[in-house]
């Protein structure tokens, strides 16, 4: 699929790659790059948004040579995607979900000329619709062309799904409104239109989809085009558009589509997303349009940095920024390595411990040991034997923390006492000093950390 329209761009990228970035190369490439995309079915705005979007990135940038060429690809790339973005996105089934929640049926209108696959593509969404269990009404409003009523009755008939249709010439608006009315009075999800095919240049008949459309008021309007028409299903999307301001567009034979470009010249022209792409003979070969898949199938996948490109204008400055950022980041991160070193310490402990770190800047002098985490080097145990002993309230701030911490570090180094020991009894401690692992756990610790 796209095979030459992921050419036109390989190419275009590579002529840049071999060349210095000046303007009058430039434009030399910008020419061949227009010539290979008309080719591919890309229309004449679409090409004159990406030369001007290309010379605007590239004239006055410097850029090293040997990454020419990815520049150039992630603009093309780029500029392709804002266009679709632009065009927005339409979540059909959503859509249909949130009224069927009103008790009222989404009204779909489907048009295009003949031959481009429609009334199989109405088949191809009406068991989209069964998959995702809504319920469906096909209009067969195509009473012009001979044989439209009984192919689309054979594919509601393959679907089970019901079908209104009257005889051949009648008014395709009536069979539309019967259509909506049956749905409303069975409580069905969805109705189909399926519109007679108009040639683009036929004014009367052009004026019968204004009517239809008129009559029932169809919440979405999709416009049905031949991938393989090229420009001609480009026009064609241009006209109807100016008649019925379709809301989307549905592009069949795109599996065998080589070219690609009327995907991308429909959105442009039309300011309409492309919904769906037919890409097969069977009912389940309908598929949602993804423009990532797109991207990447016409420029293989997303490498490149922002980074790449260097301005004239940038300043050391910001530069610097950056680099201060990132330290502050490391030194973020070892802060949050730190306290997470006790295994014991609660999630909520440890968030009260980044706020009380937060809300009170460091002193400029502290010992090593105490930059970062106070009680760094103090045991879970002692911690938590010495809040039982003596009876300590969590710290509010950094300063009583360390303050704390101190005091557990003398407590420790004078052999742990229990409160108000005489030095009688501290030494008769030394004598029997017992094991921390023979030591009964507490209840409750400093921050309320202890196993119970």
Request: proline content about 4%.
């Amino acid at each position: 699929m796209f095979d030459k329209l992921r050419n036109a761009f390989s190419s275009a990228v590579k002529s840049f790659g071999e060349k210095e970035l000046k303007e009058k190369d430039i434009d030399e490439v910008l020419f061949e790059l227009e010539v290979a995309l008309l080719e591919s079915d890309v229309a004449i705005e679409v090409i004159d948004m990406l030369k001007g979007d290309l010379k605007k990135q590239l004239v006055g940038v410097t850029v090293e040579k040997d990454k020419i060429a990815d520049i150039v690809k992630q603009n093309l790339r780029q500029s392709i995607s804002s266009m679709f973005d632009s065009a927005g996105k339409i979540d059909v089934l959503f859509n249909i979900q949130k009224k069927k929640k009103t008790g009222e049926p989404y009204i779909i209108s489907f048009m295009g000329i003949n031959g481009t696959g429609k009334t199989t593509t109405i088949a191809k969404f009406a068991n989209l619709l069964r998959e995702n269990k809504f319920s469906a009404v096909i209009a067969a409003a195509d009473t012009y062309r001979a044989g439209a009523i009984e192919q689309i009755s054979e594919h509601a008939k393959r679907l089970n799904i019901k079908i209104i249709a009257q005889n051949y010439g009648s008014d395709p608006a009536a069979v539309a409104r019967d259509a909506v009315l049956y749905a409303k009075s069975h409580k069905l999800d969805c109705v189909l239109i399926d519109t007679a095919g108009r040639m683009q240049t036929s004014k009367n008949l052009m004026d019968q989809i204004s009517k239809i459309n008129k009559v029932v008021n169809p919440d979405l309007k999709l416009f049905v085009g031949d991938a393989l028409a090229g420009n001609d299903t480009v026009s064609q999307a241009r006209e109807f558009y100016n008649y019925t301001k379709f809301d989307g567009a549905i592009l069949t034979k795109s599996d065998a589509d080589a070219r690609g470009g009327a995907a991308i010249s429909i959105v442009k022209v039309t300011s309409s997303p492309i919904l769906y792409l037919g890409v097969g003979q069977e009912y389940k070969d309908l598929k949602p349009f993804d423009k990532d898949l797109f991207l990447e199938m016409l420029f293989g996948s997303q490498e490149i940095t922002p980074d790449m490109i260097a301005y004239h204008k940038e300043k050391p400055q910001e530069k610097i920024e950056q680099k201060e950022t990132r330290e502050e980041k490391v030194v973020a991160d070892k802060s949050a390595e730190k306290i997470s070193e006790t295994k014991q310490v609660k999630p909520s402990i440890v968030a009260e411990a980044k706020v009380v770190q937060k809300e009170v800047q460091p002193e400029p002098k502290q010992i090593p040991e105490q930059q970062g985490d106070p009680f760094a080097g103090i045991a879970t145990n002692d911690i938590e034997k010495y809040s039982d002993l003596f009876d300590v309230t969590p710290p509010e701030n950094d300063n009583e923390a360390r303050k704390l911490a101190d005091k557990i570090r003398k407590w420790i180094s004078d052999g742990r006492p229990k409160p108000k020991e005489t030095t009688k009894e501290l030494e008769e401690k030394e004598e029997m000093t017992v094991s921390e692992d023979e030591r009964p756990k507490k209840k409750h610790s400093l921050f309320g950390w202890g196993k119970k």
